[in-house]
């Protein structure tokens, strides 16, 4: 016999539909149940006779689908939980620069220099002059931080001033991140309707329209005036979200209570940014493994061509933020070689709750509060996907494409019932918007529907002694500045 809690999953990311990469590297899921079926589909024969008994079952294909449930933490880039998001998404996660030996000590972060503070590192995206880098693994100590990259480039970027210690060989762990940018002193200001600057070009820094920041950093001097004399509640609440991009602004919205102008006197303001993905039209794939390790001799059920069709975020008062994926897939094995026999570890990021952890529901860039406090939220997505089945020219069993519908996302938002303000919305078809944001340990995730209509809801009194809610239900649409129904940002460091 074998035992639930002895069950291993692994994942690697597909680039053709339904085909599991020569050599996967696997990388294990974090998970709490699931439900997979990997199964042959049989019907009975039709066939009429006088002995009133059945000939054998006939084999007419085989079906691959099934839900997997989790708890939701950071979604470090590669992992499970990040290629679910890009499957659910049919897009790509659109990330900040970065660099890592990942396994491999002096493959891609080659060198750092003492007296010049260089980084020697492997060809790819460009760090840029005045983004924020931070630097985690190496040797050192004093090369472990985040530092101001002084002089970009692709190859040799320099980050004078972060006294490094030389190291000749990177270790296998050392990375290179943007997280965010930093200006000169007095450089960055805070307008009315956003940030302003004279020398940093904001165009140059990789940064979206749709995208969430987090402005200011730790220090004092890297924080606006107003926000560190309104205290350190007002400081970790210093978010908002991008809305136009030009060399000497960066206009925002859903700015924070108490936002004033400063022209930033004696300041270098640091400003946080990530990673990004939206829903797009590509259909992106993965093969999941399923071990069942307390065998005496372990099984290994491979499922390939899996897409999300369906996923689900709940967000509950008093409990621990979770998901549901819901996959369909391709084709299928079982046998007693696994895919790979040394995968990837698990993440090991923290488990985020729902209410200790999330540090804004906001509806149409205003807070959810009194008196129309939020009970839970939920996001549920749908893709509408079709198995395409077919006669082939080949041997494979199964689908032999996925087809994709509508982007379908609905909102349940249940609330209490404090005042008319939500329910005039419902009534009036009034277009608004919703984001959620949820950090732990100087990570963070951003999901904001940015164009939704609350098309149901109803407020109750259900029995004696209970609380009177309105029950919102809301759809997501095109929202004309973002081209985007759902958008997720991940935040690998902030302060």
Not at 16 to 43: D, I, K, S, Y
Not at 182 to 196: K, Q, R, S, V
Not at 229 to 246: H, K, L, M, Q, V
Not at 474 to 492: G, Y
Request: net charge negative; aromatic share 8%; proline share 4%.
């Amino acid at each position: 016999m074998t035992d639930s809690n002895r069950t291993r999953m692994t994942v690697v990311e597909e680039v053709t539909l339904g085909t599991t990469p020569v050599t996967p590297r696997m990388r294990t899921a974090r998970f709490t149940g699931e439900t997979l079926a990997f199964h042959p589909t049989f019907v009975t024969s039709e066939e009429i006779r006088d002995d009133r008994m059945n000939s054998d079952p006939i084999k007419i294909g085989e079906s691959n689908s099934g839900p997997v449930n989790g708890e939701l933490s950071f979604p470090v880039d590669e992992s499970p939980l990040s290629t679910w998001l890009k499957t659910l998404m049919c897009s790509t996660w659109l990330n900040t620069p970065f660099r890592d030996n990942d396994g491999v000590a002096d493959s891609v972060i080659t060198a750092l220099a003492d007296t010049t503070d260089v980084a020697t590192v492997t060809a790819g995206a460009a760090f840029v002059a005045g983004q924020l880098v931070r630097f985690t693994g190496f040797t050192a100590s004093a090369n472990n931080g985040v530092f101001k990259c002084t002089t970009g480039s692709a190859t040799v970027p320099a980050f004078l001033g972060a006294g490094f210690v030389a190291e000749a060989a990177p270790p296998a762990t050392a990375r290179m991140k943007v997280v965010g940018f930093m200006g000169a002193a007095a450089d960055i200001t805070a307008l009315a309707d956003g940030l302003g600057s004279t020398l940093l070009d904001f165009t140059t820094l990789g940064l979206r329209v749709g995208q969430w920041v987090k402005i200011g950093g730790t220090a004092d001097i890297t924080s606006f005036a107003f926000l560190v004399t309104a205290g350190a509640i007002a400081r970790r609440n210093a978010w908002a979200r991008i809305t136009a991009i030009a060399a000497a602004k960066l206009t925002l919205d859903n700015l924070p209570a108490g936002w004033a102008t400063d022209v930033g006197t004696g300041k270098t303001i640091q400003v946080f940014f990530g990673d990004q993905i939206k829903n797009g039209v590509d259909t992106k794939s993965c093969t999941i493994e399923r071990g069942f390790m307390g065998q005496a001799v372990p099984t290994y059920i491979a499922q390939r061509g899996m897409v999300a069709g369906e996923g689900q975020f709940n967000f509950t008062t008093e409990d621990k933020a979770k998901y549901t994926f819901t996959f369909s897939g391709m084709s299928g094995q079982a046998s007693t070689t696994s895919l790979d026999s040394a995968p990837d570890a698990a993440t090991t990021n923290a488990v985020m709750a729902a209410a200790v952890n999330v540090g804004r529901i906001a509806e149409n860039g205003i807070c959810l509060g009194s008196p129309n406090w939020m009970q839970s939220l939920q996001i549920s997505v749908n893709n509408n996907l079709r198995m395409i089945n077919a006669l082939d020219c080949d041997e494979t069993i199964g689908p032999v494409d996925i087809g994709k519908g509508s982007f379908d996302v609905t909102i349940n938002a249940p609330t209490y019932f404090g005042s008319d303000a939500l329910l005039t919305k419902l009534f009036a078809g009034t277009p608004s918007n919703i984001n959620t944001r949820i950090a732990k340990n100087n990570q963070a995730i951003i999901f904001a529907i940015p164009r939704i209509t609350f098309t149901d809801g109803s407020p109750s009194a259900t029995a004696k002694n209970t609380d009177t809610t309105l029950p919102l239900v809301a759809q997501a649409s095109k929202d004309e500045l973002t081209s985007a129904h759902l958008i997720i940002d991940r935040l690998e460091y902030f302060v």
